[in-house]
């Protein structure tokens, strides 16, 4: 069993940044793959981001490419997204993900657990 807690949303305007963090407990944090998704009121659970089990590899939705920064520290079994550029589509519940896979997949049903959530609002 692996506990996640997501924290770092908040209230931004367009244009500016926040830094999302979420904090691993329970179990050996580098044999996880790590994801970010996002929901928004009255929209499916959207992937935004992966990072494999050392950090070799992350891949990106499109929309976000350039703009969002997945890393992680498995010294401190935190994963965090760093978000610039934001903007008003930006906004919904932020929720980071752990697989026991190794694909860096964008399907919600290959993570294993999940995070409460954390609210990111970007103002226009």
């Known amino acids: 069993q692996v506990q996640l807690v997501e924290s770092g949303g908040g209230l931004v305007q367009a244009g500016g940044s926040l830094r999302l963090s979420c904090a691993a407990s329970?179990?050996?944090?580098?044999?996880?793959?790590m994801g970010w998704f996002r929901q928004a009121p009255g929209k499916e659970r959207e992937f935004v981001a992966a990072?494999?089990?050392?950090?070799?590899?992350?891949y990106y939705t499109n929309s976000v490419k350039g703009r969002f920064t997945i890393s992680r520290d498995n010294a401190k079994n935190t994963v965090y997204l760093q978000m610039n550029s934001l903007k008003p589509e930006d906004t919904a519940v932020y929720y980071c993900?752990?697989?026991?896979?190794?694909?860096?997949?964008?399907?919600?049903?290959?993570?294993?657990?999940w995070g409460q959530g954390t609210q990111v609002t970007v103002s226009s």
């Open positions: 993900a752990a697989q026991r896979g190794y694909d860096l997949g964008r399907d919600h049903r290959q993570y294993d657990y």
């Open positions: 329970g179990r050996t944090f580098s044999n996880y793959v």
């Open positions: 990072i494999s089990r050392i950090a070799i590899s992350t």
